[in-house]
């Protein structure tokens, strides 16, 4: 296994490996990849830890583990033969489930298991609950059903209390059916065909049951749901608790204990004994929870309190639950600049961060285990950043609790859907009819909801591009009704309609870019980078792609320091307040991750890139000096040009250019990414030349020129006569290219030389500008 910049992980073969269970046989279905928790994961109990770490009760059963399954069409009202087992809570695409079969639109995939009841006493109530079933989940207890629920991301629950034998055997079935595309709800990036046809920005879908089932005990009248408020500014945290079945003089009891102590088995959240705060309140009304000199939660310093909660009759303990919050604050406010800033704790704080699809090869929605979800966070800390895109997903609970431990302020997107179809890709959707907007409305107030309590969440995005969107400024007053805390920006990259929302946002690639200001919204960029390396032996498939090939590590981390480079200068300069970077991970075959998808190995040198990444100091990379000057050194560099085809000899340096036109620099259209556009070319050609004089340099020096050019799209650059570069694809903005040895040995110190470019254009934006820099310092390295 190769393992870069001394990370080194633990190697998983892929090979299948299988154990029995209760006597039954159980395997990992064969897979294109393994992580190295794949065979960590036990099918006796596959995350075995608690699923609600903000709200814990001791009286709780996993039934995760091997449950029997079906596929039939839907015409069947229930399954004559189960096929085989299939492990909880990976979907049914997965090679952890044990089974790695698509589910088509006309089918349902059937769950069985049997569980055994616990004994209830005074008035106990037994609860099952879904982490989430991706689309429509029906369950059955005893063939009797209790419930359905539509939407794929959300936590539910039911009451199953009167359909359970108590202390017996009971047989739970769960029906799902999944149209994925072919239906019009929320389900991010899946694409049926992606799991025969791997390829582009789809990835293989998730049926089924993907987070924890589990069982609780709770008494007759029970606490609900949380709702923490942390106030920083009057160093209170408010809380409200909302209590199912309240009765007349029940009281909330609230105890505040220092930092939570917490390992990364434990099955339950454990607190400090030391208390800093009480008090005394009424359920389903807000509580005040005096702190004296709050500790504040931040990615430098993520302190957590912890919360113990008491429900009280007659000053007799009903229920209770453990907890836990963080005090931050997220607001708007102008620097001295004038420019609008996003405030983490009244003060800027550069948003830095990985676009992360939460993909795993062998669970594809579901990590393999917990450990697994905690990696991923510790290597985004690691190479410094302190924010996360979650991109058209929603985690299960304990991804935001490690975030919430370890420090990771995250952008939580909706995950998309195709309610608002619009096929001219120019302006909003409508909604398909009015039950497929209600659908997707009620799992976006359901996201905002069941995740509100988390500190780590500082912004709503409720559309990503134009994917399914419809009446945004309605639905940012709908989540802003909801959440007055937090940021909420109605779309990330595409149509973002004037004045609404709190955030401006463009995607650029390569980029980095910043959007034009309205003076009331803060700026970021929510998706810049793409730079893709494919490494043999970690891939989906043979071929992966990216949207700028590198050609190795190295070229790899130089690329990604440049582009971080000046996203730090945007700050400074254009009021960029966040640039979230293409991507975390591999994912199929999209190859512009950080990591592989198989998360063994680390493509940059973490040492190198986390200060550059968090504090803008770019130790090892490049600087330059200008030799021959660009469009984007000086506005009045000219050049002679041609749109017509010139003789076989144009590019020697004794051709007769007399009759070339002249032009400033630079060639191109107006509107195409980095360009500076001072003469338009149109056509799909174009020539030109241009001489220059370079000052005295050693030898030494002429060694360390090189080619500083923005080109859209194929260009040949000629030095004197002779090929200096051929490059291929186009830019967006200018970059340092190495000079051909041959053309070096061509240059005429002191004497007259001639470069010459050609530059073809097939579709889209096009530019060509080019000119000469020389490397002048290159502190640390980049091996």
Known sequence: ??????????????????????????????????????????????????????????????????????????????????????????????????????????????????????????????????????????????????????????????????????????????????????????????????????????????????????????????????????????????????????????????????????????????????????????????????????????????????????????????????????????????????????LLNNRFVFQVGPLDQGYFPDGIYTAPTDEALRFDIEVMKKLGFNAVRKHVKREPQRWYYWCDRLGLLVWQDMPSSSVGRNASGEVEGFPISSESAQQFENELVAMVEQLFNHPCIIMWIVFNEGWGQYDTARLVEIVKAIDKTRLVSGASGWHIREGVGDIIDIHSYPGPSAPKPDGKRALVLGEFGGLGLILKGHTWVEKGWGYRAMPDEKALTTAYLKLWQKAHELKDTAGLCGAIYTQLTDIETECNGLLTYDRKVIKVPIELVSRAVSEGKFVGLPTYKVIVPTARDADDIRWRYTFEKPPDDWFKAEFDDSSWKEGIAGFGVPGTPGAIVRTQWRTSDIWLRREFTLPELSKEELSKLMLRIHHDEDAEVYINGVLAAKLTGFTTDYEEVAISQEALSALKPKGKNVIAIHCHQTVGGQYIDAGIVMEVSNTGSLK
């Open 1 to 342: 296994m190769r393992c870069l910049w001394g990370i080194f992980l633990v190697a998983v073969n892929l090979v299948a490996f299988s154990v029995e269970v209760m006597g039954v046989e159980w395997k990992v279905a064969q897979s294109p990849l393994t992580t190295p928790w794949t065979e960590k994961v036990d099918p006796k109990m596959p995350h075995p830890e608690h699923p609600r770490p903000q709200m814990v009760r001791d009286s709780w059963e996993n039934l995760n583990g091997l449950w029997d399954y079906a596929i039939t069409d839907r015409l069947t009202k229930f399954p004559k033969k189960w096929e085989g087992k299939i492990l909880v809570p990976f979907p049914i695409e997965s090679a952890l489930s044990g089974v790695r079969k698509p589910l088509e639109p006309h089918q349902y995939l059937w769950y069985r298991r049997n569980f055994k009841a616990p004994k209830l006493k005074d008035g106990e109530r037994l609860l099952l609950h879904f982490g989430a079933v991706d689309y429509e989940a029906t369950v059955f207890v005893n063939d009797v059903e209790v419930g359905r629920h539509l939407g794929g991301y959300d936590s539910f629950s039911f009451d199953i209390t009167k359909f359970v034998k108590i202390g017996s055997e009971n047989e739970l079935v769960v029906r799902v059916w999944d149209p994925t595309e072919n239906g019009v709800q929320a389900r991010g990036k899946q694409l049926r065909r992606a799991m025969s046809e791997p390829g582009g920005i789809m990835y293989t879908p998730c049926s089924g049951i993907w987070q924890t089932v589990w069982l609780e005990v709770v008494p007759s009248s029970f606490i609900e749901r949380l709702k923490i408020l942390p106030d920083i500014d009057r160093n209170l945290a408010i809380l409200t608790v909302f209590v199912s079945n309240q009765m007349e003089g029940m009281t909330i009891e609230v105890v505040v204990t220092d930092a939570v102590i917490d390992t990364s088995q434990s099955e339950s959240i454990r607190f400090s004994d030391k208390v800093v705060a009480k008090a005394v309140g009424k359920p389903s009304e807000p509580i005040e929870i005096e702190l004296k000199q709050p500790k504040l939660w931040s990615p430098e310093s993520p302190y957590l309190y912890g919360l113990h909660i008491r429900l009280l009759l007659g000053g007799k303990e009903i229920d209770s639950v453990r907890s836990y919050f963080g005090m931050r604050k997220v607001s708007l406010g102008r620097d001295e600049k004038g420019f609008v800033r996003i």
